[in-house]
Every structure is written in C-alpha cells, then in structure tokens.
C-alpha cells in the first residue's frame, strides 16, 4: 500500500463521507434534488478512485454497488425510497468501517454480504418498491422511466479550443435492453462530464492516442476505469473537500434553501440557521460552484496536517511561558531601564498577537461536530418509535479543534439519553397535551471568550427523586449523603460514574457508561457542565468550554508555603473572610455572600494539607467561584499561563494540570469544581473553622 | 531587635522580640501577649537596650495597650528598663516576685506601681485572659516565677532552657526537624547555662513534675531560642537528665 | 521632649499602618478583582484591563511606600526612647547636683559630666527631628502615590462608563475601588498631622 497516497486519501474520505452522509439524510426530505443526488454519486465515485489507487479491492466494490444504486437514482431510473436511504446509510457505515481498517494500515476485507447484496438489488431495481429494511417510512417512489437502448463511444480527440478532451457518441442498440441497469444515458453522462470537468476538461496524458479520431465502442465499466486511472481523486472540479478544510471559515454553503422546504412525511428533519456575525452572503452563492471558484478557494485554503498545528500551539505555549519568565525576571531587576521596559512589552504585544494567531489556526466550526447528529436522532427515533425534530444551531460558531475532536461522542451520548430516557412516545406526549413530535434542539453561542453548547429537549424532565432512589441502590451514595442532597444535587448524580437509570441496558444509552463520561470529557477540556431540568417540561444539558484550549489565564494563590493557580474561567470574585459571615447549616460550613446568596466554604488547607485553616490565627482570602467559596492563604495575582497535562496523579484529584509560573516554579493548576464536589459529598468533616477563640473572649 | 508571632488566634497573640543589636550585654529575649486589646511584656529587659526592645515592640501593639509588665526575679537584664517604660506608661502594674520588690525599686522606680507575687504563685487577667504565674524558685534566683497561658498553651520559662546563641538567630530551635537532630545541636549551646546557672537539682526535679502535668506548645526561655512540639518534650527529657549547679568543679 | 506626646504619635503610627496596610490590601483585591473580570469578558473590556493592571501596579507601588515609611518610624521611635534613656542619666546626676549642700561648687567634674549629657542629648533630639523630616518626607511620597491612584481610578470608570453595555459591573468595581483609596488617603492625612505637630513642638524647643 502506498503510505503517502494513503495520508492524503484517509482525511479526504472521510470527509466526503460525511458529507455524503449529510446529502443521503437530505434526500429523505428533497428526494428530487438532483444536485444532492449527484453530490452523493460523486462521493462514492471519488471513494472509489482512491480505493482503485491503494488497491483496495474490497473498498472499490462496495463503493462500486453504491455509486451504482446512486447512478440510477441520479438518472431518475430508479427513485429513492426509504430501503434505499437505509441501505445507503448502512453502507456509509461499512465504508467507514474500512477506512479505520486503511488507517490501521490493513486492507480492508469484504463489507458484509447481506448488505451488498441488498444493495445491488436494489441497484438492479429489483427491490425498487421493497421491504424497508429498518422500519417503516414512507416510500414516495414514481414508476422509472423506461430503460434507455443505447450503446456509449468514447473517443480522445482534441476540442474545438484546442485541447485534448473526451467525446462521447450513443448509438441506437436493441440488443442492450438487457443490461439497460448498468447503463447511463448520453444526457446523464454529459451531465457528470460537466460537474466533474466544467467547461475545461484537462487533456489526456496519452498523446498518440489522442491522434486516434476513430472512437472505440467501450462499456461504460471500461469507462470508468478510464476516468478512474486518469484522473482517480485528483479529479478537478471536486471543489467540495477543499471547501470544508480547518482553515476555512466560509463552510455554510446552500443548505438553508433545501432545509427550508418542510419535511413532508420522515420524522427527523434538520434546520440550520447561522449566528448573526456570519453575513448573509452564504445564502446568496450559487449552488453550484464553478470549478474556476473552486480552484481560486483551493489556491486560498491550504490543508494542513493537525500534528503540526499542535507542534505550533506547543511551541507558542512555551513561548508564552518564557515571554512570563522575561517579565518576570525584568519586574525583579529593581532599577527602571527604559529599553528593556519597552523591549519586554513589546515581546509581550507580539507573543499575544502570535497566541492569537495561533488561537484562531485552530477554531473549526461546530458544524463539524453537529453533521453526525441527524443521522443519530434519525437512527435513534426510529428504533425507539419516536417522533423528534432536531433543530441545530450556530453550527458557524468556532470553538478550538481539541474540543470539537472530543465531544464527538459525548455529543452523540446526549442525544441518545436525551431521546431514550428524556422524550416520551407519541402516545404519551399526546396524553400529556404536547404535540406528538418533540423538539431536540442543539446550540452552539458564542459568550465572551467561551462557547455554550446546549442540548435541551421537551421531554419529560428528570425526577430527582427518582435518581436519589437509584443512586443509593446502586451504591453510588449512601442514603445519609442522600438526604443531604439538594433537589439540583440530586439531578447532577446522573453524572456520577456507574449511574445509569435505565435498569434494562439498552442499545441506545443506559450503558453505565454514558453520563459521567461526558462529564470527565468536559472537565478535561477545562469546560463546565449544567444541567436544568424542568418536570415535564424538559431538560437541558449545557456545556461551556473556553473559546482556546492555547492559553489559560490563571490566579495564583498561596497555601501557607505553597503556591497553586486557579483558572480565572472559574473566578466569580475575590473576597475578605469576614468571621460573622460563616454559618453552619445541615452540618456545613456556609458563608454569606450577600443578603441572600449563602454558599459551602471549601478549605484548601484542610482537602490539600489535612489542616484546616485557622481564621484569626493566619492570614485567609476567599475565592468566590459558582459552587463554593475557596478558602486560600493569600491570592497573589495573575497570569497567562499554558497548562501541562499531569498523568503521574490518580483519577481522583483536585487538579486539572501544572503549569510553569513566570518565577519559572511547576504550579498545579486546582479545579474548582472538583474541590466544590468533594466538599458536597463530604459535608460535614470538610470544613471546620476554629471560631472557638471568640467564644472564650 | 525583630518581633515574631508566636501564637495567633484572633485577638489573642504572642510575640517574641528577639535578635539583641547591642552585643555588649547578654542576649534576651522580651515576650508579649495581647488580648482583645490589652496587652503585657514578660521580663521587658534591661536599660541598655530598652530602646530597641520599644520600637520593635511598637510594631506589633500599640504602647497605649500596655497594662502591666512581668518580671521573673530580680536581676537587670531582666528588669532594669522599669523606670523607662515607667516613664513611658506610669499607669504600668508591675508584677515582681514579692522578694525582691526592694531590690529592684533600686533601679530607679521609687513610685511605679509594684504588685507582689507570694511565693505560693497567682495569676494575672490580661484582656479577659487568666494568666497563671508559676513558681520557679531556685531555677536560677531563690525567687523566680514563670508565666503559663493554658489557652495558647505557652509557658513561658524564663532562665530554664536559656541557650547562649549568636548574633542572628533563629527565634526558634527547627520546628520542622523531626529527627531531633537540630534540637541536638541546640541544646550543646544550653548545656552550660543550666549547669552554671541553676543551683538545685531538688527544685528542678519539683519543676519538671508540676511542668509535665501542663500542657505545653511552646516553651519560651528568656535567652536562646523556643521550644516548640515534641522538642518541648525533648527538652524535658533532657532537663531531666542534666546535673544542674556542677559549672564549677 | 514630651514623651506623652510622642506616645500618642507612636499609636497614632500604628492604628495608621494598621489602616494602611488593610487599605492596601483592599485595594490589591480590589485590583485583581477587576482584572478577573476583564479576563472572564475576553477581549470585550480590554481597555479596563488596562486599568485595572494599572491600578494593581500603582498598588504595588504604595506597598513598597508604605514599607518605606515603617522603616522610617522604627529609628524615629528608637531615637526618642535613646533620648528618653540619656534624660535619665542627665536627671540623676541633676539631683545628685542639687541635693549637694554645695551646689556642685566643690566638683566640677560632676557639672562637666552633667554638661556632656546635656549636649548628647541635645544632638540626639536634633538627629531626632532630622530622622522626623525625612519622615515626613515618605509620608508625602506616599500621598502623592495615592494622588496617582486617585487618577488611576477615575480612568477607570470613564472606562467602566463606555464598557457598560457588556453588563460586567464595572461600575460597582470602580466604586469600590475608589472607596479603598479614599480609606488609606484618609488614614495617611490623620498621621501627616499627628508628625507635624510633633515636628513643630521639637523645632521650636531646638
């Protein structure tokens, strides 16, 4: 296998296979467009050609039987159904399946045999008005057309502009009626030439052949193989792979129109709106892109390996560490030199352009990440006999690459407990006075320097005592920790690992893996997790991730000797411990932000050095963050900082990485939220302060 | 002179005043305690270095919380600055052993304030603080007391446990050595002092009897550098083991 | 040298560096406060920041000041209690003088002593008021750092004013921020007066 046409074929594919993804789900609304159809017949075609190069026989058939199925479709000899779309899907699936397989450097074996045998039926229109094969839906199939009698030539010769091109002629046969299936019409093949080359059809590289003005019958097997070898997946004209790399932002192309078409009869359908910083410009590019546009944004857009970019952000992760080091150390030289201040803010200025720059190399749009959630919500809802609208929003919005990366499968996770265990059957929803279809609806916004992401449904809501009662009989909490518990507390147990309502595991969620992997995910992308819920009504999952994974801005803060740093993401405020403030309820310590906001006090000096602090004995500040008021030493200032990842420390601990201080000392980087949790678990010993003194004065 | 806190707890504080900078006369060190407000100086020191012994003591309290003073016998390193801080403050109640109140009247304080402490021992009450005056007699002088706080948990220890140490000193023998190493090397500096020093083996052995019954943080002498967790009791142990008034041989 | 007067210049020393330091404190909080809630805004209140970083250095500053004038007080208070110390030697040897039925006619070596520590004295309390004026000097220094502060905070809330569509309570920050100025100028006014009516009591004895 030729490893280089290899690394350049894998991140291809798979973009073209979700984008074929993509364009299959549309048609089940817009089974008529012929522009999607085509877009789909190209995907696989171009698969194809790759697979032929790296001499992947198996990936080339199943391809091949696909692009066939689709070749009918795009004709109009066959019309799409709903077997189709699920065989289509299927095989979507089996061709990703192969090209784990191509990554992990073998060749893929044959793709499941039931299948593709189904495919090629219903290729050969034998299944044409078949069995659904993955439930029902409606098949809005109109008679074929009759099968074309013609015979393809295909000759070389040059064009009337001078160029080497491709001419092919029909001819008349009434001996092809009875492979008319594998067959194309003249229109149609004009019509590939067309998308596939445009108006300048590159020349041949065989010129001798091209003096040739005799043209040869050719079947169109051979003339695919003639297109394949010349051209496979370098093929111009195929702008759409180009157009959806990292570094282009300009990604939305004209969906908005189709999607604005209402779904006739399927129960998932999708709607895209862009957030209001993209113009409108989007909506107004033509559906179909020249191949001169295309290879203006090829010139413009450069595809770039992620290794390097990560190498980048590294090295610009050390340099911010040094630019802090340097100001440090020129902060300490005591006497004021004019040069070196201005020398030091200037390397400041430039290392955050640079971070910036950097910053903004890795943004992709979410969109990334929300094109695998129709299929999901599809999938998932007909399996469950449920019916949902997935409406999706702010796919433009750019979050950093390492967080688009990871919340693939925790996304995937949320949708499938959220129509598993959130929305009721139609039947119930209707009994309950809501309209039989629910609503799943997927945000992304764009908040300061974060990115919101929401899952929130109509469904049922989550009873919180329903989750009390599982998590003690799972073991998760004892019943003395449940009774402590907050209504809010009691929802966020769904988090806790080795909880899963479900008592039957089901194929959709309920694995006992779910929940408290996504929390972990979005703590290790330094992101926050909420949950709201409202009985009845619904609930809604939100994630908030800082808008770079780059740079992290932190507060120092000294524990006695010790210095650790906090993310500033967590910081509400910084307050003075006042003693008449600190209260007791229900065995913790709370303290009284403002008249009516009371909050649990974390110590630090008792969760890191098993030593409460002692207020009035040392010096104590307070760090207010959302869950607890985090009780330091002293807070010493700020800084930005690049976090290390540790992987020497147990799962369970209160950091989420080191960092390097301008004093150029490791820092552990402290997580808030963590410190807050373990307070709530263990309540009562957690936080005790020695107010004794007052009392014996 | 520099001053450290020995002890916080809000409104109640210790502090060591430590590191003498007139090398000529022998190193002391003056303790305070401070409670909601008011405060007392034990073994205020002598009038040579009254001076800086003031100005580092205003640092940590301000004069005009001063309401009495603590002298633990007679002699002038310990009691000789009466009539400055006299001077200073005449509404001072100063608590002498009642042995020696003539005596040290002679260091020039004819009309301060003098308040007796019986052989037997008492107490004082400091900010709503009892402080218990422990007798120490024979440990050096033949009137001697020392000051306990059971609430800090500090005794203060006047000449037991004194060490002659260096300009530059630490106020405390390593607190963080849990070999005993540093107390080790420490008490090689305190071995003389006792053995000169303290005349009787009999009051000593007394001492250490009701001593080890209190319970004890730090112990603070008036010389050298505090004791502080287990080499409180490494310094018992030693004591005890020591035979004392042999100096001279 | 009126020792009370300067036992009520020695508190009023303290309660001022206590006030100080507790203001200043504040105002270091107060500083990364607002600078917390810049960085949680992203590049929204940038112009903010760069006030709120100037108000932190400009705390950073009055700090170093306000130790500056704790090293000035120590030797002040030293130098009086030196003096204090010196009256005592200069008072005995007075009363030995006038209890002697002769005056001190018959021992000139007791007048001359008498004498020296007169002029010691003397120099002690003009080295005194020396170390009093360059006292003084650092309290200036530090009203002047705080005048700066003063400036520093009122850019802040034109600042606050023109980023106030954000919602981040810049406004409330600015306020608070003022108000710890104001403490420690306050505080610093009262000692300025406290060591002047010393130094005008001692330059006009001299």
């Known amino acids: 296998m030729d490893m280089e046409i290899l690394q350049d074929y894998l991140p291809e594919a798979r973009e073209l296979l979700e984008k074929a993804q993509d364009d299959t789900l549309r048609l089940e609304s817009d089974p008529n467009n012929d522009e999607v159809l085509a877009s789909v017949f190209r995907a696989f075609h171009t698969l194809k050609g790759g697979a032929g190069f790296l001499e992947a026989d198996h990936l080339v058939s199943w391809t091949h039987h696909l692009e066939d199925l689709l070749d009918k479709l795009r004709s109009h000899t066959l019309v799409i159904n709903g077997s189709m779309i699920d065989a289509i899907l299927r095989g979507l699936d089996v061709i990703d399946d192969m090209l784990q397989q191509l990554a992990c450097g073998e060749n893929p074996g044959p793709g499941p045999e039931e299948l593709g045998q189904l495919i090629q039926e219903l290729a050969a229109g034998k299944r044409a008005e078949g069995v659904s094969v993955n439930g029902p839906i409606e098949s809005d199939a109109t008679p074929s057309p009759p099968p074309s009698e013609s015979m393809l030539l295909v000759s070389q010769r040059p064009t009337v502009a001078g160029e080497a091109g491709l001419f092919l002629e029909r001819t008349e046969s009434a001996s092809s009626s009875e492979t008319a299936a594998d067959e194309i019409t003249d229109a149609e093949f004009e019509a590939t030439l067309d998308a596939l080359y445009g108006n300048k059809a590159p020349g041949v590289t065989n010129a001798s052949d091209s003096e040739h003005l005799n043209s040869d019958e050719i079947s169109p097997e051979e003339f695919e193989q003639v297109l394949d070898q010349m051209y496979g997946k370098q093929a111009p004209g195929y702008e759409q792979p180009a157009l959806t790399t990292p570094v282009s932002a300009k990604s939305t192309e004209s969906e908005q129109a189709a999607a604005e078409i209402a779904p006739p009869t399927q129960s998932v359908s999708t709607t895209t709106s862009p957030s209001p910083e993209v113009t409108n410009a989007s909506k107004v590019t033509p559906p179909a892109r020249s191949a001169a546009a295309a290879q203006e944004a090829a010139e413009t857009t450069l595809r770039v390996d992620a290794a390097r970019l990560d190498a980048v952000m590294n090295q610009v992760g050390e340099l911010v560490l040094l630019r802090n080091r340097l100001s440090s150390a020129i902060g300490s030289l005591g006497e004021e030199n004019e040069d070196m201040l201005r020398i030091a803010r200037e ?153 899963s309502t479900n008592d039957q595991v089901t194929d959709i969620s309920g694995r006992g893996v779910g929940m408290d992997v996504v929390k972990e995910t979005v703590r290790k992308l330094r992101g926050r997790l909420d949950i709201e819920t409202k009985p009845g009504l619904g609930t809604s999952i939100s994630m908030e991730f800082p808008l770079t994974m780059a740079v992290l801005p932190v507060l120092y803060l000294r524990l006695r000797r010790e210095i650790y740093a906090l993310p500033v993401s967590s910081i509400e405020s910084l307050l003075d411990i006042q003693e008449n403030r600190i209260h007791r309820m229900s065995g913790r310590s709370v303290y009284r932000v403002d008249g009516t906001e009371v909050i649990p006090m974390v110590d630090l000096g008792r969760l890191l050095h098993d030593r409460p602090l002692r207020l009035g004995s040392e010096p104590i500040e307070g760090i207010l963050t959302e869950r607890g008021l985090i009780m330091v030493s002293e807070v010493l200032g700020n800084e930005d900082s690049v976090v290390k990842p540790i992987d020497f420390l147990a799962e369970q601990n209160w950091y989420q990485g080191a960092t390097i201080s301008g004093k150029g000392n490791v820092v552990l980087i402290l997580d808030a939220g963590a410190l807050a949790n373990h307070v709530i678990d263990h309540g009562g010993d957690s936080t005790i302060i020695n107010i004794s003194c007052k009392g014996a004065a | 002179m520099k001053a450290a806190p020995v002890f916080e707890a809000g409104s109640h504080r210790w502090w060591i005043i430590y590191d003498q900078d007139e090398h000529r006369v022998i190193d002391s060190n003056v303790y305070v305690i401070e409670s909601n407000g008011q405060s007392i100086i034990l073994d205020p020191g002598g009038f040579e270095i009254f001076p800086q012994v003031f100005a580092a003591m205003v640092e940590v309290i301000p004069p005009s919380s001063l309401k009495a003073a603590f002298v633990s016998h007679q002699d002038p390193d310990i009691a000789s600055s009466l009539p400055l801080w006299h001077a200073c403050n005449d509404k001072m109640e100063w608590y002498v052993p009642k042995l020696w109140e003539g005596f040290i009247r002679h260091y020039g304080a004819l009309n301060a304030p003098l308040q007796n402490i019986s052989d037997e021992g008492g107490d004082v009450m400091i900010g709503g603080r009892r402080l218990e005056f422990i007798p120490a007699h024979y440990l050096h002088s033949s009137a001697n007391f020392h000051v306990y706080d059971p609430e800090a948990k500090i005794l203060f220890s006047g000449d037991v446990g004194a060490a002659l140490l260096p300009p530059g000193h630490d106020a405390w023998v390593d607190r963080r050595d849990k070999t005993g190493r540093a107390f080790e090397e420490h008490i090689k500096k305190a071995k003389y002092f006792h053995e000169r020093w303290m005349p009787s083996n009999a009051a000593k052995k007394n001492w250490i009897e009701r001593v080890s019954q209190l319970d004890i943080q730090h112990l603070c002498p008036q010389h050298g550098a505090i004791y502080s967790g287990d080499n409180v009791k490494r310094f018992l142990d030693w004591f005890d083991k020591i035979n004392v008034g042999t100096g001279i041989n | 040298m009126d020792i009370q007067h300067i036992m009520r210049v020695v508190d009023a020393s303290f309660a001022a560096r206590q006030s100080i330091e507790k203001a200043l404190r504040e105002i270091d909080r107060r500083a990364l406060n607002a600078m917390v809630l810049v960085k949680r805004h992203g590049n929204a209140l940038a112009g903010y920041g760069v006030v709120a970083q100037a108000f932190r250095e400009r705390a950073a500053i009055l700090k170093t000041s306000a130790s500056h004038l704790q090293e000035s007080i120590a030797p002040l208070i030293e130098a009086y209690m030196r003096i204090l110390q010196h009256q005592r030697f200069a008072q005995s040897f007075q009363e030995m003088l006038s209890d002697s039925p002769l005056h001190g006619q018959a021992c000139p070596n007791l007048i001359s002593t008498q004498n020296t520590w007169q002029k010691i004295i003397q120099q002690e309390e003009v080295e005194a008021v020396k170390i009093l004026g360059h006292l003084l000097e650092t309290v200036q220094q530090l009203q002047e750092g705080i005048e700066e502060q003063e400036y520093v905070v009122t850019n802040g809330r034109i600042e606050a004013a023109l980023a106030e569509r954000t919602g981040a309570p810049l406004m409330r920050v600015s306020r608070d921020m003022g108000e710890a100025v104001r403490t420690v100028a306050q505080a610093i006014r009262s000692y300025r007066h406290q060591l002047e009516s010393l130094e005008h009591e001692s330059s006009t004895r001299l």
């Open chain 1, 347 to 499: 390397v400041d200025i430039t290392v955050n352009d640079i971070q910036s720059t950097v910053m903004r190399l890795r943004m992709q749009p979410c969109k990334r990440l929300f094109q695998q959630l129709p299929r999901v919500v599809r999938d998932a809802s007909r399996q469950l006999g449920k019916e949902v609208t997935l409406e999706i929003v702010g796919e433009d919005v750019e979050i950093d690459k390492a967080v688009v990366d990871a919340l693939s499968g925790p996304m995937t996770h949320l949708l499938r407990n959220s129509l598993d265990h959130g929305v009721e059957s139609p039947a119930d929803r209707q009994a309950a006075g809501k309209a039989r279809s629910a609503k799943i609806r997927v945000a992304a916004i764009h908040l300061g320097d974060k990115v919101r992401i929401e899952v929130s449904d109509d469904g049922r809501g989550i009873d919180s005592q329903f989750v009390t009662r599982k998590a003690v009989d799972k073991g998760v909490i004892t019943a003395e920790q449940a009774a402590r518990l907050s209504e809010q507390e009691a929802v966020e147990l769904i988090f806790r690992p080795g909880f």
